[in-house]
């Protein structure tokens, strides 16, 4: 305890915490200055270190509706990572060092990340406990901290207080962990037996290995191996994410909806809770597809799946299809899922998309435009949101019996502006121009539709395609070619010999079911993935479905498109696209612009 306290007395001096508005990261910016505009102007790893914390931030929860932001105090001494109330987080230039100095950037930036997720954590949860720490300590200096700091951390006595504030700091190292990975941060490497940041972190700050007493933290060894028992986990864990955006990407609605609900139990987060609503928005889309027809469909919304989806949705124009049980049923469950995403992230866009995109299929028109309003007041020239404001604005207005087409318009055309190969745009475009009878230029969105290289050769394309031009389209005339799946794996295939191949500790095996009532929505699934260096197989009840490969070097995606020709589908997700060729069994993955990997699936019979 005399070790910890030295230390926080240390940083209390550090500092000299006084004044009244120490919540606020402009106290600690005008006391000590900007280490990015000081002496951090040439330091490389403040570029580093803000693009760690922008990964780790899109993943993390967010409980407020202010964007947590990072701030590099200009101070010298002692090691500084706080969260404040404001959404701040502080670090200084000694916990660069720490992270930096002894190794090289990808090592540090995994240690970064898992200190920025830790902190980012405590923001999540309002915890603001290293903060109170200093005030404690400023209050009274170093002979009576001792005496304050337990009296304010167990007011009670000793008891569950102080068991509830250690187990706050186990979660703030579990989720920061998770965050980081989730981040795409090998952490594990970060907490091995003879090697380990935690007894890194404890040595630099001088808080030492022996704290037993500590009222503010668990010892060193039990954060340890609670972080140890969880990344354990990690890896095996994070396969079912991986395998449920791979499932969704082909169509496989069911088994991604459960491979995501299997992993939210480990990892109950935005993103997760976003993906499952999406793999049940589709399922309603696809029930209202095989009830409507293909032909029956006008607009196109935009929605996104984490880490893998922007896809297409669709709104009928005739029948009554909110009777339908089954649709009731994959709608409902969509809106529940999606609305803990939102809830559990209060600036998330991604999960308010498919939210509104369910809202208007559910012809709450009202709502569906308010939520795309408060996106679009942080973020006003988001294409998305554009998107599905006009679709939903269009809507209400004939429900209210009112004229909004016009309004609907502009909203398009603004969208169109900022994103002028967004087909989505272009399809709608064009839909609500011929609404207004404006053939003409109807005509003229039709074509930069029809004409966009990654458009997808779908059913949409072939409506207006024949509307536009009399005739059903013919082959693009693309290259049959089809990328080689690598080391001698077939689709169709049993499993059993590739992972007695590559070794059982490659692969993960899971046993999943829906969460559905009833005998008839009752099923189980054994999915299997194997990993081994740049390739991953998933296999559904022990046949090989899916094979993903990754490719290096990266390519240019319209060197790809030109190869292999248009695309049949296109899934958007948050950093690019799957461009997905049903026909010939496989699809393209693309992150900013380059084809990352190819994918190979079981074609439909």
Not at 579 to 603: L, M, P
């Amino acid at each position: 305890m005399k070790t910890i306290l030295i230390f926080l007395f240390m940083l209390s001096a550090v500092f000299n915490l006084n004044g009244q508005n120490k919540d606020y990261t402009s106290w600690w910016m005008d006391v000590y200055g900007d280490y990015k505009k000081l002496d951090g102007k040439h330091d490389p790893r403040v570029k580093w270190v803000d693009t760690v914390f922008e990964r780790v931030r899109n993943v993390a929860d967010k409980a407020k509706s202010d964007l947590p932001r990072l701030f590099i105090i200009n101070s010298v001494t002692g090691v500084c990572a706080v969260s404040l109330p404001d959404g701040g987080i502080i670090i200084n230039p000694k916990t660069l060092d720490t992270c930096y100095n002894d190794t090289g950037r990808e090592t540090g930036d995994r240690r970064m990340a898992f200190i920025l997720g830790h902190e980012l954590a405590h923001l999540a949860n309002n915890d603001y406990i290293h903060q109170q720490a200093f005030l404690v300590l400023e209050k009274w200096g170093s002979k009576k901290a001792r005496k304050e700091l337990a009296e304010f951390f167990n007011p009670s006595g000793p008891g569950e207080e102080t068991r509830d504030r250690k187990e706050r700091e186990l979660m703030a190292d579990k989720s920061g962990a998770l965050y980081a990975s989730m981040a795409g941060f090998d952490v594990g490497k970060l907490f091995l037996e003879n090697n380990n940041f935690i007894t890194h972190w404890a040595g630099q700050t001088g808080v030492g290995m022996l704290y037993d007493d500590d009222p503010l933290h668990p010892t060193l060894n039990k954060r340890l191996l609670f972080i140890q028992s969880h990344l354990n986990a990690i890896p095996h864990q994070l396969e079912l994410f991986n395998a449920g955006v791979l499932l969704y990407q082909v169509g496989s609605y069911h088994d991604g909806a459960a491979a995501f609900q299997e992993f939210v139990k480990l990892y109950p987060a935005r993103e997760v809770y976003n993906n499952i609503g999406a793999c049940y928005l589709h399922l309603a889309l696809r029930h209202l597809f095989l009830k409507s027809g293909k032909d029956y469909f006008m607009f196109r919304l935009s929605t996104i799946i984490d880490n893998s989806t922007s896809a297409e949705t669709l709104h009928t124009t005739r029948g009554d299809y909110l009777k339908d049980k089954d649709f009731l049923r994959y709608i409902g469950k969509a809106e529940d899922y999606l609305r803990r995403a939102a809830a559990a992230d209060k600036l998330d866009r991604a999960c308010r998309y498919n939210l509104a995109a369910v809202l208007i299929l559910k012809k709450e028109y009202a709502e569906a435009q308010a939520l795309c309003n408060q996106v679009l007041k942080e973020h006003p020239e988001d294409v998305f949101a554009l998107n599905n404001k006009a679709v939903a604005f269009y809507y209400y207005g004939k429900e209210e019996g009112l004229d909004t087409t016009q309004k609907a318009i502009e909203s398009l055309e603004e969208a169109h502006r900022l994103g002028p190969e967004n087909a989505e745009v272009l399809y709608n475009l064009a839909s609500l121009k011929q609404d207004r009878n404006r053939l003409a230029g109807a005509k003229i969105y039709w074509e930069k539709y029809l004409n966009q290289p990654a458009t997808p050769r779908d059913n949409y394309y072939s409506y207006i395609h024949k509307m536009v031009n009399g005739t059903v389209p013919s082959n693009p005339g693309a290259s049959t070619e089809t990328p080689r799946i690598p080391g001698g794996i077939k689709l169709g295939d049993p499993i059993a010999p590739i992972r007695e191949k590559w070794g059982k500790r490659n692969s993960r095996s899971y046993k999943l079911g829906n969460e559905e009532s009833g005998d008839s929505e009752s099923w189980y699934l054994d999915l299997q993935v194997i990993v081994k260096k740049d390739v991953r197989v998933v296999a559904l009840d022990g046949t090989v479905e899916i094979v993903e490969f990754e490719l290096s070097p990266v390519e240019g995606i319209p060197g790809v498109l030109k190869r292999f020709g248009p695309p049949q589908k296109v899934v958007r997700h948050s950093a690019g696209s799957f461009y997905i060729y049903e026909d010939r069994g496989f699809s393209i993955k693309e992150v900013n612009g380059k084809a990352h990997s190819y994918i190979r699936f079981q074609k439909t019979f």
